[in-house]
């Protein structure tokens, strides 16, 4: 894809994991090409499109113009499978579901940026979703890629990886430690997410137009957002219980970046004390103090989106209020980086046993 | 001051109320100044401002240029209460307290921006404020001028009204009538705050810069921020009980408006019932449908800042959601006219008798 | 249609201006909506949609909720016209010249906000619009309605006023008293014009998607924007000479907004001097001193297009550059207002005979 | 600086570029940091600062948390020049030329972002920048940093090197082979220019506050701009004949992005004919077609500012108006990269003999 890499494999002999992307031409499918393109261990011999097949990649994204010359192919899943390592499929819910087979996954890796194969319980995916499953028999096999908490199960035998949603990435992990060491009561957990309208996708919709975003703010989908089970599935494993939980969403005037704020009441201890500030502090250094994406900051700190924009770091930090007995978690991460591409390559560097980090190490941009 | 309104005045022989603005070059004094300057019965006679006296307002806020012809004087409410009706402070937290006199509320009414004489219990603003209150001997005739809901307080014999904060207003009034009808359990309500940047004020800081601000989102006061208490001592008031809440203030890229999200628990019926949408909507039908400027939302339709940018207007709605039997909440306002100044002029109507909404019907501006 | 203004009309027995509005959801439709709801003399009583109707208005358009009660009609120009005074057409090119007729001009007025009948040479307009004109027979008795220049022609006989784009009036005002009076090499006369994004209109294209346009800046329709030949014939008569110039339109991430930079070489007079600042100030002051809605701007002052949002006024200032002999032009209005609707009730006002600035005298909005 | 870096120079023993970074808390030297952090060749000892001494450099930019761990020091670039290989100075103008010397020259390079050693001529820099140069026996030595115009002048032994403007360097690049190959007059050059924010820098400026520059758009420094002198000379040198121009920059809402659109009259050749597309696009690629960093756009695609966001790109382009025998020209980069940071890197790795892409590979972010 790039000239420059393409021909130093060559020269080299070394071995490059062919990659394709089918939904290349969405924002999430552009930043994987961002992101692949600069990556030393790959080459994308797939750009694949719905809308805009034949044409050239860089006509429909103008910053990758003399950087990426191939033109876009067909979302043809089943033709890519044998010329290709790994596939990225940054496409709507049910179009993978809907055409994956055992074929498929004999020949390569899938990494689904979709929810397809997020939730367990098919019962649950088709409530949320209103679409039916047409491929249930994956979903036992599929691996839920927060490669934080899953880690150890995205290795080179995995064939399908559950890329998550960047909602949902920036949930779960702004709460696990506390979820998971049992500070808090889950019952009362609240999730207020804020998100840039990237998210929201390039389709051409009144409602994502720059004058009807710009100088406004809303909710949407209260209390029925498809991220929501997502959510309560994997923060259901880190408590070891089922969890019920409101999630809200809303979009915010920016292009990039996620932020939430959750509240909980913190358990108290057998003597009536809340955890204090260095029990739950502790509690976020047992599993995050190793990890390189993940940055507790500074205590006071309050995470900004901007400070991680362009980066696949996650900020998270919280405040203790002893008036109201409850914590407030924040996390912020870019929702196109860590919330979808990022991630899939830090998933495709596991299934690969490359450095997990490789490729990714673009320190964010500011402002 | 608008020579047009001052002439005709002249010409008619007409009463106009004289009113001077503390703080007249900070946003919310400019504000007063936009509407007040196509208020009928209203004369601006005085600017007053700390940092540009001397100057022509209109050198300052150059959208006034040949709109407002007076040169900014000092910020002297001694002086001016001797000449005007109405007296506007738009100004710092303890600069009112720190020169109110009995002699001064003989001479003129008093409409104050800050938080000066909003709280009633002396110790919670020291603590909360972190200043000593100079003048708590008028704490107690302060009447805390949320029209919806305190008019019958509002009045010509009332000479001080404490104007109620942006997000204040917006809280308490999204929240008002599930708290007086004991709908909800208080004890579990949680406000997410949204803002814009105008909000911050006219000051110049590093974090108010717009590349600091735009394409970026944070919480900040978590736990700490000022305007708790004032929400927790009004909606005490409605739940005739004391109120502990979590309110988080976040900031938004934009210049006006401010958005909350409540969450809060239903209280069950005796039957273990949850309260349906009908009841709920009732709630908010007894309280605001005779109001002028609180907009119920049909069901399903979530509040927007743009949709009341440059109003008087409150746009509210809630979503009953069954899964975790809590209710949301949703307001939206714009800050410096509901949330500041047009709220001021609304009190200003009601302390000289005139039509609550006069001065205030320009509809919101979109896009 | 606001059920106040109607309810007094009937109460007072005054005469209403019976308004309709074709294409009256897009955004200078509600414009038109937002201005005309608050004119005193005006009742709408139809809002033209062609996606929207059966609609409720303020389902379209929310600011307007409890504002306007109506549902959106057809865009029938034909059965609109027996029940009103004025019709303002805000649709596509070719739509009114699609349609007019002698028996509507002579049942109502209409006011046409698209470029139908702007430009008097059929043969330019269709060669930069790149259609057909269905009813050249009424470009003679079409009025092109610059209040501030053409003023005297728009009178209560006036059946037709073809209402000017937002770039030329912009454009043209900046430009016309130097043009006028002879100060400048018109054939040197370069435009490089900045809009906001609302001129784009509300259609769904991803072109005008928020995360396209945010944080981006562009030039289009380079040496071929269809405003072009509006401005030169407009100048063209101002110079008594055809105008041949550049026009380049900018695409800025802003909602409202349009700011011309205009650039001329000054004429020298008969011993070689450039005119002087005073010369050109009085040029300026010669035409539009008394005009209530451009404001000339004091010396060294630029226009920013924040000072006149929301409102109807042009803020015109210049530069004389002695090193280069050119004089620097600077025009800034809001697009809606005295670029689209705010334009429309100008001339409206004039066709009945009602002060020219009725209804248009809202203040900027700042910030 | 990055731990990682520096481990790894120590492990392999290999030669690392000392680099210091004076004014590392403005913009600009934030932006060095982010790009030297991952260039492979250099690591970062020195992180001066005037108002941050002693803080952690992460507490300023948060963005670096974790990734840069030191403390900022003073902004002595005597202390430093014994310590380091390369300085960078992001200061104030003045500052350089106000301390420079020859020790500190025979010690340590020197790549100057201010405007101090751009203009050859010091009466020229004096009268435009108003202050008193106060080392003009370096102005001869200096080179001017443009590196696809004057690289073969930046060499090892290169000693200070005047780093180009923001405005400058996308003006001249965009103009330089028309001006060079003799297409068209320059008297007629005219330049607008739109900038981004950032370039106004991190001061706390009430006209640089979020709320004053968003939804704004406005002309500064008309006919006085002091990067007219740096554009004209170095057009000057191309065009082998004295210039003078018309520039004029504008600030526009948005954090990065400096689009210019110039105007200019082109030459007509002995028959009277315009030089046609052909022969313009072949005196671009005469300059530019091997160039990494400039992108000549394909026919009709106008640059964006967008599309070269976060990257060290140039993308140009430009229409040819038969109507006006104008070619209008466009260029758009971004200001803190190639108008900056990049370029800079872009100039050390000249003077380090290193390839001149090193380190400035990263690929434009969209959106």
Redesign the interface.
Known sequence: MDSRAASEAERTGKFMIKAGIIGATG?AG?ELV?IL??HKDVEIVWLGSKSYIDQKYS?V???????VDDVCKADDVNELAGQVDVIFTATPQGFLAGLLTEEILSKTKVVDLSADFRIKDVAVYEKWYGIRHQSPQFLGEAVYGLCEINRALITPDTRLVANPGCYTTCSILTAYPLVKEGLIDVD?L?I?A?S???GAG?G???A?????????????G??SHRHTPEIEEQLGYAGNRPV???F?P?L??????I?V?E?ASLKRGPDGSLPDYARIRAAYEKYYAKERFI?L??AG???????????NYV?INF???E??G?V?L?G?LDNLVKGAAGQAVQNMNLLFSLPEDEGL???????
Request: aromatic share 10%; glycine share 4%; proline share 6%.
């Open positions: 924002y552009n961002r393109s600069c006509k994204y103008q910053n990758m113009f003399r950087l009362t609240i207020d804020k840039g309208t990237s390039r051409a919709k009144v994502n137009l720059f004058c009807e975003v710009n100088e406004n703010m809303k909710a949407y209260v209390a019920t939980l409101s809200t809303h915010v005037p920016m292009n990039r970046g932020l704020t509240y940055r900051l500074d700190v309050c995470p900004e989106t901007k400070w991680v924009e362009g980066s900020d405040v203790l209020d008036r109201t409850r407030i924040m912020a190490l673009m320190p964010p941009m500011f402002p």
